[in-house]
Nanobody
Framework: QVQLVESGGGLVQPGGSLELSCAASAFTLDYYAIAWFRQAPGKEREGVSCISRRGGMPYYADSVKGRFTISRDIAKNTVYLRMNGLKPEDTTVYYC???????????????WGQGTQVTVSS
């Protein structure tokens, strides 16, 4: 059974850093691209970043470009999202999903994790 499990969320002060993890099971990372999405209450879901199944050409939304870095560990079958320079507006639930990269439509993602909460506040 395909499963994605996020971890690493938490409370951090503005300007701080967090690293989210997305552990995949029942498939390897060379089969699906992995993307990170976020959705704040009352807002549309936003595609934040993704990494292709070959590990190249990462995609970043303009809102996080230069602050977030996506990477993966093939041996651990895990994708990471390193978030630096966090801002209060980054506060929301972050989800990872298996599908395509770059991010074009949510319909291309058939598997989603349960989400992890990131809160940026002083």
């Amino acid at each position: 059974q395909v499963q994605l499990v996020e971890s690493g969320g938490g409370l951090v002060q503005p300007g701080g850093s967090l690293e989210l993890s997305c552990a995949a099971s029942a498939f390897t990372l060379d089969y699906y691209a992995i993307a990170w999405f976020r959705q704040a209450p009352g807002k549309e879901r936003e595609g934040v970043s993704c990494i292709s199944r070959r590990g190249g050409m990462p995609y970043y939304a303009d809102s996080v470009k230069g602050r977030f870095t996506i990477s993966r560990d093939i041996a651990k079958n895990t994708v990471y999202l390193r978030m630096n320079g966090l801002k209060p507006e980054d506060t929301t639930v972050y989800y990872c999903a298996a599908g395509i990269c770059p991010i074009t439509t949510e319909l291309a993602y058939g598997y989603w994790g349960q989400g992890t909460q990131v809160t940026v506040s002083s």
